[in-house]
Structures are given as C-alpha cells and as structure tokens.
C-alpha cells in the first residue's frame, strides 16, 4: 500500500472506522448491541488500545498509523476519555452500561473530533497521491488520465 506520512498504513485502516464507530452514538446502539453483529466495543476497544494503536499512550504510533501531532494528542484525549469512563463502570461491564454512563459522551465527543483530522488528513494524503500521478484503479492508462502514473511494487 502506498501512502503519506505513515509506515503502516494497513493499520490505519483499522483505526480510522474504530474511532468513526466511536463518535457514532447510533451506529453503537444498532451494531453493538445487536448480538448478531461481530463489531462491539470490546473489538473496538481492542483495535484503539491493544491491536493496531495505543489510545493510552500513542505518541509511540506517530508515523506508524497516526500520521500528525494533533492525531496523537486527539487519540491520547479519546485514550483518557475512555479510560475514565472504565473505571467507573469496571472493565467486565456490558456495552449498554459504558454507553449508558454519565462520561461516555465525553467518549463520542473525543472520538468525533479524532474523526475529523483522522479523515481530513487522509484526504489531503490522498490528494498528495494523486498529484503525484497515482491514479484508481491502479493500471489506468495513464495517456487517458494525461498524466504520468507512478506504480510501486
């Protein structure tokens, strides 16, 4: 995968839609409680804190999956937010109990600005890409698109 600004770019691919399930209050009643879903907060929680980012300490992340500054003090905010509403609930309760406690909109608020740069940084990268010639689909001919078309193996 070719990208901007970060060396692991497949994990960014995780954490952008984890933090979006995050800032969506609805997404988490309709997906997360629904036990026919795969998604809950426990895979979530595990994508942000454990799998492919640390939310409690992700300055370590720059440049792997986070690509600025602001993305890691957003996901150090999203991290606390989190953390605080797991300790007043306790790490084995349900999902409906985090979304129903008092601190869990500081969770979906954090999460929604994190959303914001996640997805306002990928796109100015995608931008960058495609002045740099790269065209989707890969192998479009470039004397179609009237640019040259770098691909990398």
């Not at 969506?24 to 997360?32: F, G, I, K, N």
């Not at 100015?124 to 890409?129: D, E, P, R, T, V």
């Amino acid at each position: 995968m070719i990208d901007h600004g970060i060396a692991l770019p497949h994990y960014r691919l995780h954490v952008v839609p984890a933090v979006v399930a995050l800032a969506s209050p609805t997404w988490q009643r309709e997906v997360w409680l629904d036990p026919d879903q795969f998604e809950d907060l426990d895979y979530t929680v595990h994508v942000l804190f454990d799998d492919f980012c640390d939310a409690s300490n992700p300055l370590a992340w720059l440049g792997r999956c986070l690509r600025s500054e602001e993305e890691v003090e957003l996901m150090a905010r999203l991290g606390a937010a989190y953390s605080a509403v797991q300790d007043s609930v306790g790490a084995a309760a349900r999902d409906e109990v985090y979304l129903d406690s008092p601190g869990w909109p500081a969770v979906v608020a954090a999460a929604a600005r994190l959303a914001q740069v996640l997805v306002s940084n990928d796109h100015s990268a995608s931008s960058k890409l495609h002045d740099a010639g790269y065209r989707w689909p890969l192998g479009t001919d470039p004397a179609a698109s009237g640019t040259d078309q770098h691909v990398s193996s």
